[in-house]
């Protein structure tokens, strides 16, 4: 069996998030002069994505595959934190979908390998604003891919 990790990135969100308090410091910003740059760049963050990622041996089975909408804060210090799941969307090798739920509820694990992967990331450059390292919101997919998974004489008609 051959399955591929395909890791999608996308640099976007749609509104700015602010903390509590009024303090600049505290403020979680969407759309900065400088994003937050994983050190390298993105070929590099593709790479360690790559290297850091497994396939869940229960997804890769049952023929799950999907993506997985991660966002997270990028420190002002370059650290991730409040790593989060904005949304997923699953399907079986037949191309049927599923839901997050029963997705949970089946235990797959594609959404905690996603957050595993996230967690182990190194320091990022963080967003700047007026020069300034603040923090910034930032959303990243994680797709998962499987290819050549299922033999074909496993496949009967109905």
């Known amino acids: 069996m051959r ?3 395909v890791l999608l990135i996308c640099f976007y969100s749609v509104t700015s ?4 308090t009024p303090d ?7 759309i900065v002069e400088k994003m937050p740059e994983f050190k390298g760049g993105e070929e ?6 790559k290297a850091n990622t497994t396939y869940p041996e229960s ?8 993506t997985v909408y991660l966002t997270f804060v990028v420190e002002g210090d370059g650290e991730i934190s409040n790593i989060k799941v904005l949304k997923t969307n699953f399907n079986t090798v037949f191309g049927e979908p599923l839901d997050e739920r029963r997705m949970q ?3 797959f ?12 990331m190194p320091k990022w450059e963080p967003g700047r604003q007026d020069g300034k390292p603040i923090r910034v919101q930032f959303t990243l997919p ?6 050549d998974t299922v033999p074909l004489d496993t496949i009967t008609e109905h």
């Open 142 to 147: 994680i797709k998962f891919t499987l290819r």
């Open 59 to 66: 997804a890769r089975e049952n023929g799950i595959s999907g």
């Open 105 to 107: 509820i089946l235990g």
């Open 3 to 5: 399955y591929i990790i």
């Open 24 to 30: 600049s410091e505290e403020q979680i910003f969407a």
């Open 44 to 49: 590099k963050l593709i790479a360690f994505l």
């Open 17 to 20: 998030i602010q903390a509590q």
């Open 109 to 120: 694990g594609l959404t905690e390998e996603a957050i595993r992967v996230v967690s182990l």
